[in-house]
């Protein structure tokens, strides 16, 4: 009987499809029971979706918030409903007096924390329902603003009326507010035209397939070589190899202290510490209690 599959692939998602068909396709492909995925991509966008198989999908939590990168492009001089190029045009201006010099300058002051305002035409929800379905209906609902931070923003090329950039951000950035933002500061207005997702929390373009290459994969019987194990996705998380004590006391969810883990481990002091087996596939994730130095489960894995 052939063992299930548990562990991550990092997809580069196509144009005008969706995050949740994405997800389909990947699920009827591996005949998994379960998939999910770390962020949602608009259907224009393409790039990063880091898929979550099986038993994996417990792992999604420690992707949700991670820095991404996206390589953007901002057309100015055209504002729309949804800040990018599949809504309808509400405003234009045919005047592009910008220098190089006040483009950079202008791009710059988006850099750092700040406030953006979550667009209507979003899948943020409001009473369970998402926002985009109140906009479509004509009674958009506004969210409060909220701060997010613009780790750094390179201009790639200039030709007007377009602007190419990447852009490093953290989790919940909304790339076509910030174009629409941009637009507004130079007083001319814009909008997002094109996105591609390069990275998101640690995964780059570079480790993703295209859903044609997967298919072929899951058709010639060689797509476990392409899946990353649970163990390995957790790239940045301290890990420790159990010894057969420990395996005993977490299979049967046995109160666990620092003792058990090693107190004299100084890679294991942070919050979260990954625990696998002598074969190296993870056992559990377990949260370490400073006031009494003692370790909660927060994930256990089946064998």
Do not use: W
């Amino acid at each position: 009987m052939e063992t299930e599959i548990n562990g991550i692939v990092v997809i580069d998602k196509p144009a005008d499809i969706t995050s949740a068909k994405v997800v389909a396709i990947v699920k009827k492909l591996l005949r998994a029971k379960k998939v999910g995925h770390t962020g949602t991509l608009d259907p224009f966008a393409t790039g990063v979706m880091i898929c979550c198989i099986n038993q994996a999908t417990r792992l999604a939590r420690f992707f949700l918030s991670g820095y991404k990168t996206y390589e953007a492009v901002l057309r100015l001089g055209l504002e729309t409903d949804t800040q990018d190029g599949t809504g309808a045009v509400t405003s234009r201006c045919e005047t592009f007096e910008f220098s190089e010099k006040k483009i950079r300058s202008t791009l710059d002051q988006f850099i750092g924390t700040i406030t953006q305002q979550p667009p209507v035409f979003s899948a943020l929800k409001h009473k369970g329902v998402p926002l985009y379905k109140f906009a479509r209906s004509g009674q958009p609902v506004r969210k409060a603003a909220r701060r997010v931070e613009i780790e750094s923003i390179e201009i790639r090329a200039i030709e007007l009326p377009e602007v190419r950039f990447l852009v490093s951000c953290s989790a919940g950035t909304y790339i076509r507010t910030l174009c629409a933002d941009i637009g507004t500061a130079l007083g001319c207005g814009g909008h997002l035209k094109a996105l591609r997702r390069i990275e998101s929390s640690g995964f780059s373009i570079h480790e993703a397939i295209s859903l044609p290459e997967l298919e072929a994969l899951a058709a010639s019987g060689n797509v476990r070589g392409h899946i990353m194990g649970m163990a390995a996705a957790l790239r940045c998380m301290p890990s420790l190899v159990a010894d057969s004590a420990l395996i005993d006391k977490i299979r049967y969810g046995k109160p666990l202290t620092n003792l058990d883990i090693g107190a004299g481990r100084k890679d294991l002091s942070g919050d979260v510490v990954k625990v696998l087996d002598p074969e190296n596939r993870l056992l559990a994730i377990l949260n370490f209690n400073k006031k009494d130095g003692t370790y909660k489960y927060n994930c256990v894995f089946r064998p």
